[in-house]
């Protein structure tokens, strides 16, 4: 579950929550990555990053953030 991950100061419409939501349980699903992992949390910064920058596209979060060889860490520290 993404709200997890969420930083206290971020706002996410209901919706958008929801569809982030989603995404980030179906990568955890398809990469087998366990919720409360330090691969979730950069997995949830990443989709955090990509839907402030303006990606509201569940198709298209799940193409930039679950691609096998995305490396979830680049950038997490």
Known sequence: MIHRHLP???FIDPA???MLG???DEICRQRQIEAESEAAFAL???LL???HEGIHDRAKLLTM???PGQDL???AK
């Open 22 to 24: 989603h995404a980030f």
């Open 65 to 67: 953030a679950g691609h």
């Open 44 to 46: 949830a910064k990443q």
């Open 8 to 10: 206290k100061e971020s």
């Open 16 to 18: 958008g929550l929801s």
């Open 49 to 51: 990053s990509l839907y």
């Open 73 to 75: 860490f680049a950038g």
